[in-house]
């Protein structure tokens, strides 16, 4: 899919489709009325009514909402790429709309066909018109903006998509390092030897029983003008068996999906440089496979992080967060920071919680809490905050260690999974610190809103936004 603003207005615009977004309320009177009315179109949320003869395809949506649009648009692009047209014009009658539907229209027509021998070799061409009142040099602007957006929220959802044996911790580091080739961007990549010096021995553990070795990754883009740093984290889960802890094979399917924090750190980085965001932003990830063997880290071992401090493990399959406190560790050692996120498919609990399609957003500063929510709904992702208590605190205490990784009493996942990770924050960090949980915001086996089935690249356009209001 081709995006491209038309120098004509609508009517002149030349294209063998015409993208019709029409609410219940603009129905009434409507020049197609009757048609549509046999047709049995309603204007409800996305339907689709095709009329190849007039060369128009209608979508159904509330014109008043973006996410509506957004939506919509996004049924609507992968409706178009079954049929044979090129050239697809549609109007926008606002800056926000034209971000909606070009948004819709990148993500919604995403596919994942690597691995299909019949491929989807389909271009289609977008022509987004606008109204007189709009300025094209801004819209045109606008459009960039999204289509580097978009992409990159679709590089990382190729990155999650791809399977873990085609996507080990050394493979994930080779992706880092070709992202850094091709741009600005620098790229450290390091082994068990330097993990073993920087005594991340909990990180270590969780690596131990799977032949693929554990990489520890770390992206930056500096520019001249930076105005603010940020560091992001992410767990880079290529694969979570669940260890010794071993998940129910059901459970088990999809968890290729457990490198999505560390994805989406890969196409913030990708995005911001793209867009020559004038913030320093460092990204660190730590790739590594949970899997069983003679010598895997077992329930019952007491592993010492980075920060010396000691941790029980009760649950081999809580894995991420043992990664995530070593790699918090050395981050905040590597670079003095205004900001720090870490990104994590990190509970089930947080799905439990929210609901399937929200990420989990946990930290001590309600101000940045705030900032994060609104950066989200106005990239069009929903995310909604979990707060900490003391109480939780407590079901992590351990009779032999400093702390349990997993909490006592089965409630409250999500929120006892982001206090262990306190434990790894320094002090001056506390308020600067987000932890988004994105288990399941990022992968669905059914297609929703701008989503089609697989990874989804959660947490991209939301923390690119929050970069971009620096
Ligand atoms: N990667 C999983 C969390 C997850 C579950 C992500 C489902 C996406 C979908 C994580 O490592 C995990 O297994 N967490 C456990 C923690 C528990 C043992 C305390 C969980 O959520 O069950
Ligand atoms: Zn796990
Ligand atoms: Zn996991």
Known sequence: MRVELSENSFNSTVADMELIVLGLKDLLGYCDEQILERAGFKAAQSQICALHDMRKIYVGADRSNLQSIRDAIAKASSNLLSYSYKRVKIEASSYDELKAIVTGMLLGSYSFDRYKSDKSSKEIVLQVCIGSDLESKRAKSLIDEVVTICSATNYTRDLVNTPPDDMTPVDLAACAVELARESLLECSVYDEKFLEDEKMNAMLAVARASVHKPRLIHLSYRPKNAKKVITLVGKGLTYDS?????????????????????????????????????????????????????????????????????????????????????????????????????????????????????????????????????????????????????????????????????????????????????????????????????????????????????????????????????
């Open 242 to 470: 669940g260890g010794l802890s071993l998940k129910p094979s059901s459970s088990m399917v999809t968890m290729k999906m457990d490198k999505a924090g560390g994805c989406a750190v890969l196409g913030i980085l990708k995005a911001v440089e793209a867009l020559g965001l004038p913030v320093e932003v460092h990204g660190f990830v730590g790739a590594v496979e949970n899997m069983i063997g003679a010598n895997a880290y077992k329930p019952d071992d007491v592993l010492v992080a980075k920060n010396g401090k000691t941790i029980e493990v009760r649950n081999t399959d809580a894995e991420g967060r043992l990664v995530l406190a070593d790699v918090l560790c050395y981050a905040q050692q590597s670079v003095k920071a205004d900001y720090l996120f870490d990104f994590a498919t990190l509970t089930g609990a947080c799905m439990v919680a929210l609901g399937q399609y929200t990420t989990g957003i946990l930290g001590h500063s309600g101000n940045l809490k705030h900032h994060i929510r609104r950066a989200s709904s106005d990239a069009g992702e929903l995310a909604a905050s979990l707060p900490f208590n003391n109480y939780l605190k407590d079901l992590l205490k351990s009779e032999i260690a400093d702390m349990s990784n997993v909490g006592s009493k089965p409630y409250g996942g999500a929120i006892t999974a982001a206090l262990f990770l306190d434990n790894f924050i320094d002090d001056e960090m506390k308020q600067k610190w987000m932890h988004f949980d994105i288990a399941g915001s990022a992968y669905s086996e059914s297609s929703w809103g701008v989503n089609p089935h697989g990874a989804t690249g959660a947490g991209v356009r939301s923390c690119v936004e929050f970069i971009k209001g620096l």
